[in-house]
């Protein structure tokens, strides 16, 4: 009881308890439920609410709680116009203005950052020993959102400022840039060109 007297506490000193509260439950409830959800549901109910919980975790930490409690923020850009397909947001760019980072925020976001992956990661060796292979997918999901998430903080955290015009980190596994409904005209106006050569030949 001390323990949970003592955990309440350090909430309340934090200079985002509830964002913090909601952070830190966004990543315990999908680890508590896997261990303790088959006792009162199915799998296929456990399965739709972990990875509902974890998508809703993944947006927001990395919306929300990151730029609250550590001023840390990072997406993706899929134009076609940008060099680096990853942009950072850090409280390295702006002057000191009094919004000093609490270090109780600081501690539990990247204390729970960091270890959420890597009990997900134990949890998948289990299934492996277990050959649970259904549960085996859950919990690489449940990997690669978490880890995706942590791995963006930990280079955005490390990112400074004016080394990249783009503001993005070459360190970053590209994903592929999508042109949008451009590559998708071109592709229509190649067609109709073979549509339109074929139709004179015929004649």
Known sequence: ?????????????????????L????????????????????????????????AFDFYFTKNISGRKLVQLRWWYDSTVTRT?????????????????????????????????PAVWLVFGLLCLLRLKLFYLLLVAVAVCLTGWNTYGFRCCDKWEPGHDLEGGN????????????????????????FQRATGSSST
Request: hydrophobic fraction near 45%; charged fraction near 10%; proline fraction near 5%.
């Open 1 to 21: 009881m001390e323990h949970i007297k003592g955990f309440y506490n350090t909430i309340l000193k934090s200079s985002h308890p509830i964002t913090l509260s």
């Open 23 to 54: 952070h830190l439950a966004g990543k315990a409830f999908p680890l508590v439920f896997y261990i303790l959800g088959d006792w009162f549901t199915g799998f296929t109910a456990q399965f739709i609410v972990i990875i509902l919980v974890l």
């Open 84 to 116: 680096s397909t990853f942009v950072f947001e850090s409280h390295k760019q702006y002057p000191v203005d009094g919004h000093v980072i609490n270090p109780i925020d600081s501690k539990l976001f990247w204390w729970s950052m960091y270890l959420t």
């Open 170 to 193: 070459e360190t970053w596994f590209q994903l592929p840039n999508f042109g949008g409904f451009e590559n998708i005209q071109r592709l229509a106006n190649f067609q109709s060109f």
